[in-house]
């Protein structure tokens, strides 16, 4: 049967390609890594995700804290969303290399900041005052801090004109709305996936109960991969097969309890553990990639990434055009002696080998009899795992 597949997946490199334009230029945690007294500053960066904001930014300057300014900031005691605002007051979106900071016209300047940038900052919060002073001395401030300039231009660290300056500043930047209390992002992973072609897998996600699974691991990072409508619809019949457990174990088994960005899954191919791992049930898969097109391997079937529904750290959602199948729960295809070449049909041997597949959910594999029985409700209950030492975001120490 002949399948339009290298169309098809130079359609999805070209997608991948045109919702990604991610190159990194820099990275603010690999630089800030070779000046240890910006250590708290830099691994709150991370713990707050906005080194990735900052990563994927072109033209940034990063107002950096000394582990001494930042004990003074940690001393307020907020809590990690509001230090995420704190901290993006201190990224403006527009390159200030040293030279730069000192030729302001008329000496005086509001520019907008990676607080602003959220829309989460109201009236002219999220703007930072830089003016420079008489004895060369540049100053900043927020500019809802009734016109008062707290901290001074210390030192450059580094600068990559035009991609990203980082320069220390004598103190944090005191601003009441980005240190207001801030209520955890919203982001309702069953109401986003229902939204966008993913709703049989949200609806399957309520019905069995695991969504809950997949909202408590929201806050330390998510990676969905959401098989999209016509796929679960193709593969219903299979699915009311399982037993209940088992359901829950599939459904698990497409969500990864860390945040991966697509270029963070191209350049870490290798084994991933997912929701429905749990200590001997092992429920992983192996992410590789040809190019742009990222591919999730199952022992069982293949299948490939075709889209993004989400983006937005710590949640990231990704469609693919197959279920996932588990070899714990359905009968693997025989071991494959060399990465088999984009295209070729996925091999299932014995006597379903030419059962005949649908189009949107091609999974040879899986015959009839192929769901295992797994004793009984022994996998009731599965825990969300913290593989990959997943909950660095609450590491308030
Ligand atoms: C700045 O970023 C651009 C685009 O990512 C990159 O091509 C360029 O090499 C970077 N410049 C420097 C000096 O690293
Ligand atoms: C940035 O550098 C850090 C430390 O070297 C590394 O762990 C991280 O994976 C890098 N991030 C990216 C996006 O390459
Ligand atoms: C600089 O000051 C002059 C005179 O006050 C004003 O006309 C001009 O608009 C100012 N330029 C900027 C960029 O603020
Ligand atoms: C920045 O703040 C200083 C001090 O409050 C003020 O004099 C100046 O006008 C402000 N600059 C701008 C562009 O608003
Ligand atoms: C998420 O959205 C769904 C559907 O819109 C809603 O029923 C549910 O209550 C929401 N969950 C949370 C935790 O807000
Ligand atoms: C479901 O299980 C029954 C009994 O084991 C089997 O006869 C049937 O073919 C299975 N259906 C599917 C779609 O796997």
Excluded at 26 to 51: C, D, E, G, M, W
Excluded at 121 to 130: K, L, Q, T
């Amino acid at each position: 049967m002949p399948r339009p597949l290298p169309l098809l997946t130079l359609a999805i490199s070209l997608v991948l390609l045109a919702s990604t334009t991610t190159v990194n230029a820099h990275n603010i945690t690999r630089i800030l890594a070779k000046h240890p007294q910006f250590s708290t500053f830099n691994h709150y960066l991370t713990v707050t995700h906005l080194a990735a904001e900052i990563n994927r930014r072109q033209t940034i300057t990063v107002l950096a804290l000394d582990n001494a300014a930042m004990s003074s900031l940690l001393s307020k005691q907020l809590s990690v969303y509001t230090l995420r605002n704190v901290l993006s007051l201190h990224v403006l979106v527009d390159y200030f290399g040293t030279r730069k900071l000192h030729q302001i016209t008329n000496g005086t300047e509001v520019t907008a900041t990676m607080f602003q940038a959220t829309g989460s900052a109201p009236g002219a919060s999220g703007y930072v005052n830089i003016t420079d002073l008489n004895g060369g001395k540049v100053a900043f401030g927020a500019e809802d801090n009734d016109g008062k300039l707290d901290a001074v231009y210390v030192k450059s660290l580094e600068e990559i004109p035009y991609n990203i300056s980082i320069l220390q500043i004598s103190q944090p930047l005191n601003s009441a709305e980005a240190e207001a209390p801030t209520a955890a992002p919203t982001l309702n992973v069953t109401a986003i996936l229902s939204n966008q072609g993913c709703k049989a897998f949200s609806d399957l996600l309520i019905a069995s109960g695991a969504h809950t699974t997949f909202e408590e691991n929201v806050d330390g990072g998510l990676t969905v991969f959401c098989p999209t409508d016509p796929v679960i619809n193709g593969f219903m019949p299979k699915y009311k097969n399982l037993t209940a457990p088992q359901k829950v174990s599939l459904l698990l088994y497409h969500g990864i309890p860390i945040y991966q960005s697509l270029q963070m899954l191209k350049t870490s191919n290798g084994i991933m553990n997912t929701l429905a791992t749990n200590g001997a049930n092992k429920y992983d898969f192996t992410v590789q990639n040809d190019g742009e097109v990222v591919t999730l391997e199952t022992k069982v079937t293949t299948a490939t990434i075709t889209g993004t529904v989400k983006d937005e750290e710590p949640l990231v959602v990704y469609k693919i055009n197959k279920v996932l199948l588990p070899r714990e729960l359905f009968k693997a295809a025989p071991e494959k002696k060399a990465p088999a070449p984009k295209g070729e049909k996925e091999v299932a041997d014995g006597p379903n080998a030419d059962a005949p597949s649908d189009e949107s959910n091609d999974q040879t594999a899986d015959n009839d009899n192929g769901v295992h029985k797994m004793g009984g409700g022994r996998l009731a209950v599965v825990a969300p795992s913290f593989f990959f030492g997943v909950v660095m975001f609450f590491l308030f120490d």
